[in-house]
């Protein structure tokens, strides 16, 4: 694949929940959620206006209350309204979304149960790095905390159900591989950063196949509780097929 060519072709999800106000939707992994830079590829964003066309003709919007990485799967959150979309701003400040992801890690932990609270900050304010977004555990961070359960053990790999408390960049990741666990096909946090910059400059090559097994880092989000109309609201999405193969018999 030439990194001149779009990463996602199509703008791939489906809707798992919708409302008047209201619309969830399982992104696909690797699409972007939003338009970034200059570079003309198609986004979640483009395909939930295609989708809404006809709200935004007669008065809606298309606000993304939670915005996933490009390699993460899952559950995606949209306000149609401006009231939802500010009703939302407000719970997700207070921190009245809980959202649980899957994760597929490389390695077997022994714990059934961890929880990290080490604080995180941008690794460049600390230490030198050649990615300018990569995030790193440290006391000068801001505080953050993620809980981990291990769903099931396969040679070398485990399937873990993640609950992050808050939503620090990259906060899963950076946890897990603080404890040890990195992501399977997380090209940042794996161990070894050369794998996100010879992506950067060669696209997916059989190299990087070798080194990192997924195209993408292992990552789903899989449930979403949210507040709405004086009423709880919880959306699940299943593990994707390619996490699944990697853990499942």
Request: with cysteine.
């Amino acid at each position: 694949m030439s990194y001149d060519m779009p990463i996602a072709v199509v703008p791939e999800f489906r809707v798992l929940y919708e409302d008047d106000g209201v619309l969830v939707v399982d992104k696909a992994a690797p699409l972007l959620t939003h338009p970034t830079g200059e570079k003309k590829e198609p986004t979640l964003w483009h395909g939930l206006h295609e989708l809404l066309s006809y709200e935004l003709a007669t008065g809606g919007q298309v606000s993304l209350i939670n915005r996933l990485d490009r390699e993460t799967s899952g559950i995606t959150l949209v306000a149609k309204t401006a009231e939802a979309a500010r009703e939302l701003g407000k719970a997700m400040q207070a921190r009245l979304l809980h959202k649980e992801y899957y994760a597929v890690v490389q390695g077997v932990p022994l714990w059934n149960h961890a929880c990290c609270a080490e604080p995180i900050l941008r690794m460049e304010d600390v230490a030198e790095t050649r990615i300018h977004v990569r995030q790193c555990c440290h006391p000068a961070g801001k505080p953050c905390c993620t809980e981990f359960d291990v769903l099931c053990r396969r040679e070398g790999l485990a399937l873990l159900l993640c609950r992050p408390y808050t939503g620090r960049m990259h906060q899963i990741r950076v946890h897990a591989a603080y404890l040890g666990y990195p992501l399977l096909g997380d090209k940042i946090y794996g161990g070894d950063e050369s794998c996100y910059l010879d992506f950067i400059a060669a696209g997916w090559t059989p190299d990087l196949q070798r080194r990192l097994t997924l195209p993408r880092h292992a990552l789903h989000a899989c449930r979403l509780t949210f507040p709405w109309k004086g009423r709880d609201i919880t959306v699940e999405s299943p593990l994707p097929e390619d996490m699944g193969n990697l853990v499942q018999n």
